[in-house]
T-cell receptor
Framework: AQSVAQPEDQVNVAEGNPLTVKCTYS??????LFWYVQYPNRGLQFLLKYITGDNLVKGSYGFEAEFNKSQTSFHLKKPSALVSDSALYFC??????????????FGGGTRVLVKP | GAVVSQHPSRVICKSGTSVKIECRSLDFQATTMFWYRQFPKQSLMLMATSNEGSKATYEQGVEKDKFLINHASLTLSTLTVTSAHPEDSSFYIC??????????????FGPGTRLTVT
């Protein structure tokens, strides 16, 4: 079975400082990894994905994430956080093995609060 | 990018009544649609997966007779909450994916529907 863990319920950071949101995963085969952001009472917006290739993935709004196979991690990062980055962030994984199904499994979410 | 819409965005209904939520893919054909439920400050819980023209596959613990899902066309899926009760109050989010040949990885999410059962 596939699973995703986001160990921090909330991350607080001052505006202009680096932001990191942690994510670890477990799958049977190779992982397809995703980050989404959710603003209050809204659906999920896609930020970035890792399928294959370079371990460092660049996405929307200045976010990037690094795939680390040995640590089974896919942490989301932004060099300089903005107040507008305050939102709920979800990490998600799909297993590349078709027999495992085609479902996305989400982590519990991490609330990011960027203070001016 | 691909757009998925949901209607209504908010709905309030009385206990015992049924409510239908629509999910549409506006600029692509969605061979697969997913319905999620999200409780306050919690993650998304997959309720069911539907492929166009076939019966939905429900996740364990989700009552298929209570949450009726219809995926009658490649651009429309509906979720009907039958005989709603206050505990069904939640944020319901749909998601759509194009055919694997066209988009093997991308899954696009609707803006969600807030259901309140009084």
């Amino acid at each position: 079975a596939q699973s995703v863990a986001q160990p921090e319920d909330q991350v607080n950071v001052a505006e202009g400082n680096p932001l990191t949101v942690k994510c670890t995963y477990s799958v049977s085969g190779n992982p397809y990894l995703f980050w989404y952001v959710q603003y209050p009472n809204r659906g999920l917006q896609f930020l970035l994905k890792y399928i294959t290739g370079d371990n460092l993935v660049k996405g929307s709004y200045g976010f990037e994430a690094e795939f680390n196979k040995s640590q089974t991690s896919f942490h989301l990062k932004k060099p300089s956080a903005l107040v507008s980055d305050s939102a709920l962030y979800f990490c998600a994984v799909r297993d590349s093995i078709k027999a495992a199904g085609n479902k996305l499994t989400f982590g519990g979410g991490t609330r990011v609060l960027v203070k001016p | 990018g691909a757009v998925v819409s949901q209607h209504p965005s908010r709905v309030i209904c009385k206990s015992g009544t049924s409510v239908k939520i629509e999910c549409r893919s506006l600029d692509f054909q969605a061979t697969t649609m997913f319905w999620y439920r999200q409780f306050p400050k919690q993650s998304l819980m997959l309720m069911a997966t539907s492929n166009e023209g076939s019966k939905a596959t429900y996740e364990q613990g989700v009552e298929k007779d209570k949450f009726l899902i219809n995926h009658a066309s490649l651009t429309l899926s509906t979720l009907t909450v039958t005989s709603a009760h206050p505990e069904d109050s939640s944020f319901y989010i749909c998601s759509a994916r194009a055919s694997p040949e066209k988009s093997p990885y991308e899954q696009y999410f609707g803006p969600g529907t807030r259901l309140t059962v009084t």
